[in-house]
């Protein structure tokens, strides 16, 4: 079976989460796999807990890149994969993982997915979730307080210090990659639509 990797891409509240997981959704889960970038940040567990909290994690060396790929050739390949979890309150990887069997669509997101050359070149379709930042920094906002345990002051700090210089460095940059620009990422149903019926004459054809 030939499998198709969808890879969503886009600043951090975007909307890629929603995005990704509307077209999983709309694929059906038994055809569909989700492997989000954020579970892939390197395990700190080496480092002192106040010095984690320091890292810049939207930079590209934050994140495990080596064993992304690793996974999306295994699951090309039809060879499953023992998908890490990540504690964001500790900065560490959990002990135990997550079992991922291999699936039609392979969905691949996150903030930088599209910057390194040897992901994109996994990717049979890039989308690139836009949305305006005053609309991304309040879901953030919103997310790491209600899900992360963050202040409004920590959330706004690493915003203005890390999060949009990072965006604007890496993240913006990477749009030119994309072959879809999807506006408002999960509120955009007729983007959505077209998405899903691409994927699904690629899907088609590579059986």
């Known amino acids: 079976m030939t499998r198709v990797i969808l890879g969503i891409g886009g600043g951090t509240g975007s909307g890629k989460t929603t995005a990704a997981r509307k077209i999983i959704d709309s694929m059906g889960e038994a055809n569909a796999v989700y492997l989000p970038q954020d579970s892939y940040y390197r395990n700190l567990d080496d480092m002192p807990l106040d010095r984690r909290s320091r890292v810049n994690f939207d930079h590209p060396d934050a994140f495990d890149t080596e064993l992304l790929l690793e996974h999306l050739d295994a699951l090309r390949a039809g060879r499953s994969i023992e998908q890490p979890l990540y504690d964001f309150a500790s900065h560490t990887r ?11 669509l392979v969905v691949a997101e996150g903030i930088l997915v599209f910057w390194d050359a040897r992901m994109r070149s996994r990717m049979d379709l890039k989308v690139f979730v836009d949305c305006d930042p005053d609309m991304r920094f309040v879901r953030r906002l919103e997310r790491d307080m209600r899900e992360r345990g963050r202040s409004v002051e920590s959330v706004i700090e690493q915003y203005m210090t890390t999060v949009r210089p990072m965006h604007q460095e ?14 408002e990422g999960g509120l955009n149903e007729s983007g959505l639509d077209i998405i899903i019926g691409k994927v699904r004459t690629m899907l088609m054809r590579n059986r």
């Open 170 to 183: 890496f993240v913006e940059p990477a749009k030119r990659y994309a072959d879809i620009i999807l506006r």
């Open 94 to 104: 959990k002990k135990e993982t997550l079992h991922v069997e291999p699936l039609p």
